[in-house]
């Protein structure tokens, strides 16, 4: 009941702003009547296929849901484009009438309104054009070196490639997950960490287009951790597909790598929030880390969410590979990140901690990128700088 009063809600507040960008640009724009009613039409459209876009995935028919979904997506990623475009053009409407106001005639307010109107949506289709390619495209390799204090000889220069929110669903199947795969497996890495947000739907809707995560190959092995679209989809039937890959699961549990005489701590916990699903599943970093031999210096988590990173740091470890953010997917959203987040993207520090925050190596909801490129990273371990 509190699930579909919530959509409610949303669809209410799509319904609003897709009058809101009607009223804001069909007036102005330089077409004739039937164009204004074509326009239209399509906003009204737009509003019926946005939610169905996101719920396609509940409908069993197939072809029909991904198809469906495909379409709806597409709307949505247009739409927010449009939307942004729409109130950006009224913030410089504005100032332009403030120019106007102070002096009359500076501005041809005729010109710019018609001209504005006809920009903004050609402009949204092309950043969802560009954001489509982007998206899916193979994710690109970034390499990052990650300098530790006190790191053992034999692990200077020790490879963790990560990948994180695949989101496997409507729009992303087995041949994305195949490219991914050969991408990792050809930088032979010493481990593979997998940060969550794998799948978006349940096991029997996508064993076969996740099956491609069973050729993950490294010399320590591939670990993945749980992230929040795991528990939306089914996490202990997504923990058990995982383990029957070959996939090591952690679950607020660590293991120890002996990498040519030189050990580290490898751990994982469950996604931030796993605790409102599932009490057992509480997210736990020190429980990740205990029992864990008090010799070894280099400790490693996974965990989803950066917000992990603060009880990382109290806990004693020394890098926290984390995703989740997708680094924004595409503008404005990488500024509202930051309000859920501590960190958006890339390399960071919190006290003694390391923090890689992973753009994310697919996408979800929209298929679009723009300016948060997805990533296949490469964490090469190299010593500190001495003090």
């Known amino acids: 009941m509190r699930r579909s009063s919530f959509l409610v809600r949303i669809i209410l507040i799509g319904i609003l702003l897709h009058i809101y960008v009607g009223f804001r640009l069909i007036p102005d724009m330089p077409i004739d009547t039937v164009g204004r009613g074509l326009c239209a039409l399509w906003l009204v459209l737009s509003i019926f296929l946005i939610p169905l876009g996101m719920l396609a995935r509940t409908i069993k028919r197939q072809p029909l849901g991904d198809r469906l979904a ?29 120019i106007d106001a102070i002096w009359p005639r500076a501005v041809a307010m005729g010109i710019w309104r018609t001209g504005s109107a006809a920009a903004v949506p050609l402009t949204a289709l092309l950043s969802t054009l560009v954001g489509l390619v982007n998206a899916r495209r193979r994710a690109r390799v970034v390499t990052i070196e990650v300098p530790i204090d006190d790191l053992p000889p034999a692990l200077d220069g020790f490879t963790i490639v990560q990948i994180s929110d695949i ?14 795969v050969n991408a990792v497996n050809r930088l032979e890495p010493d481990l593979i960490a997998v940060t969550g947000d794998i799948v978006d739907g349940s096991v029997p809707q996508l064993r076969n287009h996740t099956q491609p995560l069973s050729r993950l190959s490294a010399r320590h092995g591939a670990f993945l951790v749980t992230g929040n679209h795991e528990y939306y989809a089914g996490a202990n039937a997504w923990i058990d597909e995982f383990r029957r890959l070959g996939l090591i699961v952690l679950l607020n549990e660590h293991v120890i790598v002996d990498h040519d005489g030189a050990r580290a701590v490898i751990a994982g916990v469950t996604d931030y929030s796993a605790g409102h699903h599932d009490p057992l599943h509480r997210s736990d970093p020190v429980a990740a880390l205990a029992g864990a031999p008090g010799d070894v210096l280099i400790k490693v988590l996974l965990a989803h969410q950066p917000r992990s990173a603060e009880a990382a740091a109290a806990a004693g470890f020394t890098l926290q590979l984390s995703g989740h953010t997708h680094g924004g ?3 404005p959203w990488n500024f509202f990140v930051r309000f859920q987040q501590p960190f958006t993207a890339g390399l960071a520090r919190l006290n003694g901690l390391w923090v890689y925050t992973s753009r994310g190596t ?5 298929p679009k990128r723009l300016g948060a490129p997805s990533e296949i990273t490469r964490l090469r371990l190299v010593p500190g700088e001495p003090d």
């Open 70 to 98: 495909w379409v709806g997506l597409l709307a949505m990623g247009f739409f927010s484009s449009l939307l942004v475009l729409t109130f950006l053009r009224d913030v410089v409407l504005a100032s332009l009438l403030t």
């Open 167 to 180: 989101h496997v669903g409507p729009t992303i199947k087995r041949h994305y997950v195949d490219a991914i």
């Open 329 to 331: 997917q595409f503008f």
């Open 362 to 366: 697919g996408y979800w909801g929209p």
